[in-house]
């Protein structure tokens, strides 16, 4: 679920020049995939005091020969141990008796729980061409559904329509779920016809990241050693969806094993710029929402996954706080950072479906049990907002302002002129903790590496270097990083006392990694067009589990502009 190229961006290797990287210090590829184990494996003698000397300069350590003597026998035993570890079959959906809490000691969140309040309906009637409301808001969709004007079967067989003619230009379908969808629907037309209005989502298609397992339909994570991958469940957000009366269209593309706008098939485009990707991962998500195939989408995110897209495409994507939705039946990459959200055409669409997929399941041990209380009035003179300061000082490479950020942040000013500047956290090295989602996506896949089937996405992939290169970061270190996080999400915390949400640019100061990290919520709103005519977008933060303040300054933020109004133009004819 992480960010197009964030792995790319720290420095992994492809396996030609990993092998050739370790043996330019003397460490030949016998070492792969462990710094000691690669050579156990092959030699009756298990690990010897030279096999130790070598994994010493990996490690960044020198020991004595006697300590080497010393250490010899042990380090067999631990290597025995870990035969047998590597002897148990860890499927992905196994979780770690180990888990990562974003709130720190002391921390209280709100229990009271209030109806959510929507903004006032706009009236709206069904117009002679059924295409025109393709890229109507779920909120105006809803109407539709509400009043009787349209049925849920007939929004169903509009939005399959264009999925199924415009899917393939996007490269953006993995699966197309029709037989589900009019079940699906026939049971959602029976069901407001006798009354029972399940609410915003009843009869609202929509598309689902292929990481979120369907129960008979195949869940292929992108990638080509699970192309015909089919899990016996759904995921608990596709339940929760399916109680709420959403109905699924299709399975959409992501990144092989959440990196990127690359998958099995091809790579996922742009509706706004066919020659260019969507970016990733919920690459499937962000340009089908865009091209106005579907009502809403599901993405998620690790390292910008949600946001990326979101920027790249135009849509309105919401990065909830970690442990806000379940993750149960989602591929895992990196238990500590995995998060799931909405992608949407507006701010109100996110809180719509964040109603519908929040909150405890059983199964996830990461979910909280924080109520989500949407107000869509919520009085923003309530609200401390501020703005990340360096974001919008900084220049483009000509050293002149940029013009949408700008734009942007007097738009923020009009609705609350008493902005407050904040400043991120620079005292400790955040690119550096990537190690965190290094190791963890390691440990996610190691039955790929190990099976060897990870060549099979070699050509596509960066991951299957990554794989490998993250045998090479010792468990204390992994340890380390994660103790200087519990540091940066204690510095983060000092800078959200004094605001409630900050507005800032997409990529002003590493703000995507580090919340990413302490796993405070995030959206992207679109924010105006590029001289190439593409999306540009902007980002709001917000404190833990206050998700309602976020949206509802966001909401303000969105009302005062039109971007989100207008779509790619290939896509507006039906």
């Not at 006798?194 to 990481?211: M, S």
């Not at 990733?280 to 390292?303: D, K, W, Y």
């Not at 909405?342 to 997929?357: F, G, K, Q, T």
């Amino acid at each position: 679920m992480n960010a197009q190229t964030p792995l790319e961006d720290a420095g992994v290797l492809d396996r030609r020049s990993f092998v050739a990287y370790f043996s330019s210090i003397g460490l030949g590829s016998t070492l792969l995939p462990g710094v000691l184990w690669g050579q156990a494996g092959q030699d009756p003698t298990r690990v010897t005091k030279e096999m130790i000397a070598d994994a010493e300069k990996v490690a960044g350590l020198t020991f004595t020969e006697e300590q080497r003597e010393k250490m010899v026998r042990g380090v067999n035993s631990m290597s025995r141990s870990l035969d047998q570890i590597h002897a148990v079959n860890l499927e992905n959906a196994v979780l770690p008796a180990i888990q990562f809490d974003p709130a720190l000691p002391g921390m209280t969140f709100p229990t009271r729980r209030q109806a959510m309040r929507m903004s006032k309906a706009e009236r709206v009637t069904r117009p002679a061409d059924l295409n025109d409301v393709a890229f109507w808001s779920v909120r105006k969709l809803a109407e539709l559904v509400r009043t009787r004007q349209v049925k849920p079967s007939e929004l169903t067989e509009m939005y399959l329509a264009r999925m199924h003619k415009h899917g393939p230009t996007l490269e953006a379908v993995v699966s197309y779920t029709d037989d589900r969808a009019r079940a699906q629907a026939a049971i959602a037309d029976r069901e407001i016809a006798a009354g029972r209005y399940r609410g915003p989502l009843h009869g609202i298609p929509w598309g689902a990241k292929d990481l979120l397992a369907t129960k008979g339909i195949r869940t292929t994570w992108g990638a080509e050693p699970y192309r015909d991958q089919v899990i016996d469940q759904d995921a608990t957000v596709v339940q929760r969806l399916d109680a709420a009366g959403a109905i699924m269209i299709a399975k959409l593309t992501l990144g092989a094993l959440a990196q990127g706008d690359v998958w099995y098939g091809g790579t996922t485009r742009n509706p706004w710029n066919l020659e260019q990707g969507s970016s990733g991962s919920s690459a499937g998500p962000g340009a089908v929402t865009a091209a106005g195939l579907v009502g809403f989408a599901i993405g998620t995110e690790t390292l910008g996954s949600i946001m990326s897209p979101s920027a790249r495409n135009g849509v309105t994507g919401l990065r909830p706080t970690f442990g806000r939705v379940s993750r149960a039946g989602a591929m895992a990459l990196s238990w500590s950072m995995d998060k799931i959200g909405p992608m949407c055409r507006s701010v109100e669409d996110c809180a719509l479906v964040l109603s519908a997929i929040y909150g405890p399941d059983g199964k996830d041990p990461t979910v909280r049990d924080v109520p989500f209380n949407w107000d869509a009035s919520l009085d923003l003179r309530s609200l401390r907002v501020g703005y990340l300061q360096s974001a919008f000082d900084a220049k483009d490479r000509n050293g002149v302002a940029i013009p949408h950020n700008e734009n942007a942040l007097a738009v923020m000013r009009r609705i609350v002129p008493d902005l407050k500047p904040v400043t991120m956290p620079r005292e400790h090295p955040i690119g550096a903790l990537n190690i965190i989602l290094n190791a963890e996506s390691a440990a996610a896949f190691d039955d790929l590496t190990r099976s060897g089937r990870d060549t099979l996405m070699e050509a596509t992939s960066t991951w299957p270097g990554s794989f490998r290169q993250a045998r090479f970061i010792p468990a204390v270190e992994y340890i380390q990083a994660n103790r200087i996080r519990t540091l940066v999400m204690e510095q983060m915390d000092v800078v959200m006392r004094t605001v409630d949400v900050f507005i800032s640019t997409s990529n002003g100061e590493s703000v995507l990694q580090l919340t990413n990290l302490t796993g405070h919520p995030q959206i992207s709103l679109p924010a105006g067009f590029n001289a190439q005519g593409s999306p540009v977008s902007i980002t709001f933060v917000g404190r833990l589990y206050e998700e309602d303040k976020l949206l509802a300054v966001a909401k303000a933020w969105q009302d005062a502009t039109d971007f989100h109004l207008k779509h790619p133009p290939r896509f507006i004819a039906s």
